[in-house]
């Protein structure tokens, strides 16, 4: 039996994971928040030259909490950021935190990591006063949280931009012959571009499953000057352009396994969108492994883990653009 | 006029670069050195999950000395390390090195750091008593600096092996419209496979130049199973394999875009081999700035030169091994 797409073809293909998205039309942006059902492994990867991230700090080794509550993935710049107090309001709510004083009155305080796009210059209402709508939205998006999601123009992609082409929400998901999950979720808003110059394939287009995202394959003659971007952003600046993501997993990862996976998958971006990791990306990646009560992997075993969190990673960002280039009316 | 390949295809391209290699038939080892011909600004990247470097906390940001001698890279493992008191042997006779202290008798401190990979268990004769061979290698190397140099089967490619396939040194390089040059130089010993599984095209094969590693390409067709890995190796352990490179510019980079190039130059390992970045692993790249009397680069073009970094050592990874192929009779 070869290695197959889970069931939904999404990142919620993992046990008792579930997505929610919430997004303004008028501000045209959004949220979208990686919920698990109790608090999970959790590392990040940055490879992008301008990030812009929440509670990452405390994803590294040495931190005295090594488990999250969920993950947030939002637009809104920096102010996207707000994003989390949202969701830690609904995990508050639901009485889920970390606690470091167990007394009535003392909560447990929800650990939120996240990171955001630049979504301010593509055309919607920016023109808030006071508090922006982000909190709001993280919250809507905790409240929504389900197994099936919108992709394309949706969450946290739903005002992105993939260099030239619409950008969006893309998720993936594939199953090990011995039945263990890998799945991704992605916001694309890169700087560069996910399709070959010249073509209508993808460059991700080797590690397509089931013709997920339309099956274009380059010519076999094939070749193209190595500064051709093709649809890359024409007019870059500096850290209006990043691709955010969140890898799950229900394999049982300790802290500094979850790193590696994070560093391998990070050959996800790589694979999928040219070029990448530029001054103008805030590229990043998180990391989730949900099973703590399973043997812990062996090396060869994180490889594998870590390959396909790459493989699949590179399907959910093309899947993010190929669906809302669909919406859009670019390709039927 | 497209961009092309160097007058050499190598390293060496760069203006006032040369590259010294010594092997050991015996030990079935060797080491290379880049050698520029004065103190360049210098940047690193790390990736995989076992390396092995050398004065690289000394390129970090903040750091008293922000240029470098040369780079060495090396066979070897932790012993190879011993490659660099070789080329400080030599820089020293050179009078070359950092200087805090302006008197006779008081020499400059030559600074060269770089990385190793593993070879202790190719089969090559590692019973040496006493001082390993490494710093006499590192001196052989340095002496023997020229602007032309072997591919595969040479230097810190010697003893390599990249997943089932002989690894080797490549080197590629790029002249962009306006002049300015890029090159690489690999040494490769990857658990990963450099060929897309089932075929006899490498993964890199849309940025190759000028057939410079047989133009092989996938059918159209072509699928593969997400957990084939084709001929990356089958019983790896931690830490005997890595892919070590540099790449150098005569681009006027700052430290920090040096930093920049060097993350978005770890694509190219990405695109070159897969998997790649696993624990096995102890990828790293080094870059270097050979100009610092030019205008600093804009970020468009810091992006541009990291995006060349990285197409330029995906085809240096290829060809090491490429070359490597047809030494062994593998290819012709």
Redesign the interface.
């Known amino acids: 039996m070869?290695?197959t797409a889970g069931k939904r073809n999404l990142i919620t293909d993992i046990a008792g994971m579930r997505v929610g998205q919430a997004q303004d039309a008028g501000v045209a942006t959004g949220v979208t928040v990686i919920l698990p059902e109790a608090p999970v492994v959790a590392a990040c990867a940055v490879?992008g030259?301008g990030p812009g991230t929440r509670e990452t700090d405390l994803l590294s080794a040495g931190a005295m909490v090594d488990r999250v509550d969920a993950v947030f993935l939002s637009g809104g710049s920096a102010f996207g950021l707000g994003a989390a107090d949202g969701v830690m309001a609904g995990l508050k709510r639901a009485g889920r935190g970390f606690s470091l004083v167990d007394r009535p009155g003392v909560p447990p305080t929800p650990i939120v990591p996240g990171a955001i796009l630049y979504d301010l210059a593509n055309g919607g209402d920016k023109t808030w006063d006071g508090l922006a709508p982000y909190a709001t939205l993280g919250l809507e998006a905790f409240n929504s949280a389900d197994k099936d999601f919108e992709l394309g123009r949706a969450g946290a992609g739903y005002g992105a931009r993939a260099g030239q082409h619409p950008g969006g929400t893309g998720s993936a998901s594939?199953v090990?012959?011995e039945g263990f999950t890998v799945g991704a979720i992605a916001c694309v808003n890169s700087?560069g571009s996910v399709l070959?110059p010249g073509t209508n394939a993808y460059w991700a287009w080797?590690?397509?499953?089931e013709g997920e995202f339309g099956g274009g394959?380059?010519?076999?003659?094939?070749?193209?000057?190595?500064?051709d971007?093709g649809a890359a952003k024409a007019n870059?600046v500096?850290g209006q352009n990043t691709t955010i993501a969140c890898i799950a997993t229900d394999a049982a990862l300790t802290p500094a396994q979850a790193q590696?996976v994070a560093?391998?998958a990070?050959?996800g971006?790589?694979?999928a969108i040219?070029?990448?990791?530029?001054?103008?990306d805030g590229d990043a990646v998180f990391v989730l492994s949900t099973v703590s009560d399973a043997p812990v992997p062996d090396?060869?075993t994180?490889?594998?883990i870590?390959?396909?969190a790459?493989?699949?990673l590179a399907r959910a960002i093309t899947r993010g653009v190929h669906e809302a280039r669909k919406q859009t009316g670019a390709v039927t």
């Open positions: 070869a290695t490879a030259g594939i090990t012959t700087f070959m080797p590690y397509e499953l394959r380059p010519p076999t003659d094939y070749s193209m000057d190595p500064e971007w870059p500096l590696r560093q391998m990070l050959s971006f790589s694979r040219r070029p990448v990791f530029a001054p103008f090396p060869l994180v490889t594998r870590g390959e396909l790459a493989s699949t």
